[in-house]
Antibody, heavy 114, light 112 residues
């Protein structure tokens, strides 16, 4: 049974850091992070292959976000540094499925505000 | 980056009537392996997105057969043969052929 559960969202000041967690079970595919600003559309953020052999980032987060992982516990993270107001969004982790996402988590909200 | 352009951005449909959403990409979505990674997602109000269609026309398990996808190259369409109340939400196309993966702006479907 595939399951994705995000956690770790919250309110953080501009310039601050936050680490989101995605508990992934029932598969060994890669993980994507996708975000949705309030009232806006979906935007792909980052990808990590399950074995860590490939990782990709959107230009808007490159150099600020990384995807650490703990494969022994099936945990993926989104480490977000130097946060800006335009990073405010609902963050979803989603299971990679060859050019697609076939399962999504419920999302965790991030607000960047002073 | 590949730009995905959906139209219309809003659609009001009478129950039982068909609906159609267009998605155009700024470059071909045919991958070097010959597959075309064009997806359609549905996001109902207050819910996470859910995949309906992958690789242009492959319907996910549990998706009603009133949903169908078609197209090729740069021009794609999602059709709902008979809209039901549960179809209200926002529909997104997304390409997974070229990095970074990109979404269309979304099409809001409501009942007239």
């Amino acid at each position: 049974q595939v399951q994705l559960v995000e956690s770790g969202g919250g309110v953080v000041q501009p310039g601050g850091s936050l680490r989101l967690s995605c508990a992934a079970s029932g598969f060994t595919d890669g993980i994507h992070w996708v975000r949705q600003a309030p009232g806006k559309g979906l935007a792909w953020v980052a990808f990590m292959r399950y074995d860590g052999g490939d990782e990709r980032y959107a230009d808007s987060v490159k150099g600020r976000f990384t995807i650490p992982r703990d494969s022994s516990n099936n945990m993926f993270y989104l480490q977000m540094d130097s946060l800006r107001a335009d990073d405010t969004a609902m963050y979803y982790c989603a299971k990679d499925a060859r050019g697609s996402f076939d399962q999504w988590g419920q999302g965790t909200p991030v607000t960047v505000s002073s | 980056d590949v730009v995905m352009t959906q139209s219309p951005l809003s659609l009001a449909v009478t129950l039982g009537q068909p609906a159609s959403i267009s998605c155009r990409s700024s470059q071909s979505l045919v991958h070097s392996n010959g597959n075309t990674y064009l997806n359609w997602f549905q996001q109902r109000p207050g819910q996470s997105p859910r995949r309906l269609i992958y690789e242009v026309s492959q319907r996910d398990s549990g998706v009603p057969d009133r949903f169908s996808g078609s197209g090729s190259g740069t021009d794609f369409t999602l059709r709902i043969s008979r809209v039901e109340a549960e179809d209200v939400g926002v529909y997104y196309c997304m390409q997974g052929t070229h990095w970074p993966w990109t979404f269309g702006q979304g099409t809001k479907v409501e009942i007239k």
